[in-house]
């Protein structure tokens, strides 16, 4: 059985589409599915992301596969300041 090769992140023969949003905040509700929903929109691949206003850090899987990666305020209060993040599409994800 032959395997696909895997694709890579970044080729010349390749194009990434690659953007950068502020925000805000992502701390209300349905803001991280937009962010999702806007990433598809646009067809991007990776996107970056400011003013997350997310506490600690982690990553979150969506439904559709996209990967989001953030990192915020490690405030033992519950404090939703500073925070950025990045969103990986399905597609590059894999990458």
Same mark, same amino acid.
């Given at each position: 059985m032959k395997r696909s090769p895997r694709m890579k992140l970044f080729s =010349?023969? =390749?194009r990434t589409w690659i953007g950068q949003w502020n925000v805000r905040t992502l701390y209300e509700s349905g803001k991280l599915a937009q962010l999702a929903a806007e990433i598809r929109r646009y067809r991007l691949?990776? =996107?970056?992301? #400011?003013?997350?206003?997310?506490?600690?850090f982690g990553e979150t899987e969506l439904a559709k596969g996209e990967l989001?990666?953030? #990192? %915020?305020? !490690? #405030?033992?209060?519950?404090?939703? !300041?500073?925070?950025? %993040?990045?969103m990986l599409s399905g597609l590059r994800r894999n990458a």
């Open positions: =010349l023969k =390749l691949e990776i =996107l970056g992301v #400011s003013e997350a206003r997310w506490n600690q989001f990666i953030y #990192s %915020g305020n !490690e #405030s033992k209060y519950d404090v939703h !300041e500073r925070g950025v %993040g990045i």
